[in-house]
């Protein structure tokens, strides 16, 4: 059966940690593994805008040994003037594996239903699970094994990042609260899955609207932005709603003494963060952020090595 990465659950707690560990070996040995040596091809769809995203696949695929191609909104047929379904067909006689930064995670889905390559969610409304892994990488770095710590993730939990942290980190055994306001909490079906996962790896699940219990204690607090692409005309809203879920110095002395802060980025300062947080000893993003290319690179070559 062909293996594909669409949400943080495709890959069982031993898989998740075989992966983190050839992200940490592909770290230090940045030309260890070269499944793309050829170059081999990737097809790298971006029907939204990015930054980190871009960088690190087309960085990690080189690393690997192999050519990116990117296409950018407007620049293939894909769900316009063909199928996904038949657009699948032809991509797997064409490159080795298939990266797609999309909207609604149902084309991921028929994607891969007619893929005969390993296909890869870079990102969708409803999940980001390459950027869980960067996080889970940047965590361990710091803390060590995961399994029994606790992370909280505060603000708007109703979004692709709420809904991977409750997956990715209850498949590392670790406890994960997510704290927003009432109507911005996860949807309930992922968050028994969630629940389902951690039973089985020892993590637990907390979904609160009390941001300082979710953090008290915690040896990762992390955050998101309040408005997202395509929610700016939300943001006056926004702003106000999620306002008492600002992390600041305040907040963060709530954690553990050691706890670390991670934002996936873009960051807002003097929105969901404070400068002095995000700027401060404590901070971590810049290793989250580098981190994407070593993660992504070892969940690359994880799946070549299984297609």
């Not at 696949?57 to 620049?75: D, K, R």
């Not at 942290?165 to 406890?175: I, P, S």
């Not at 998101?224 to 809203?237: F, I, L, N, P, R």
Request: charged share 25%; glycine share 8%; proline share 4%.
């Amino acid at each position: 059966m062909m293996r594909h990465f669409l949400r943080d659950d495709d890959l069982s707690p031993d898989e998740q940690r075989e992966v983190l560990d050839l992200a940490a070996r592909l770290k230090r040995e940045p030309f260890a593994e070269r499944p793309l040596e050829g170059p081999r091809s990737v097809a790298v769809f971006f029907d939204k805008t990015s930054t980190r995203t871009r960088f690190s696949f087309a960085a990690g695929i080189a690393e690997l040994g192999g050519n990116a191609i990117i296409v950018n909104p407007g620049e293939a047929q894909l769900g316009v003037k063909e199928s996904v379904a038949d657009t699948s067909r032809v991509l797997s006689r064409m490159v080795d594996m298939v990266v797609w930064r999309t909207f609604a995670h149902s084309g991921l889905e028929e994607m891969a239903a007619h893929a005969t390559v390993p296909v890869i969610n870079s990102l969708s409304d409803d999940f980001h699970p390459c950027q869980i892994l960067a996080d889970l990488q940047t965590i361990r770095e710091r803390k060590g094994d995961l399994a029994g710590l606790t992370a909280a993730y505060v603000g708007d939990a109703a979004n692709n990042m709420g809904h991977s942290y409750l997956l990715g980190f209850a498949t590392a055994g670790m406890h994960i609260r997510v704290a927003g306001p009432d109507g911005y909490h996860p949807r309930p079906d992922i968050v028994r899955d969630a629940e389902r996962i951690a039973a089985e790896t020892g993590g637990s699940v907390t979904v609160t609207t009390d941001v300082e219990a979710a953090v008290a204690g915690a040896d990762a607090v992390i955050t998101d932005t309040w408005v997202s692409m395509g929610q700016e005309d939300e943001k006056a809203a926004r702003v106000q709603t999620f306002g008492s879920y600002r992390v600041t110095s305040e907040l963060m002395a709530r954690a553990a003494d050691d706890a670390i802060f991670l934002h996936c980025l873009p960051a807002y300062r003097e929105f969901e963060v404070a400068p002095e947080v995000i700027d401060g000893p404590q901070s971590v993003v810049w290793d989250e952020a580098e981190n994407r290319v070593h993660a992504q690179k070892g969940l690359m070559a994880w799946l070549l090595a299984r297609a």
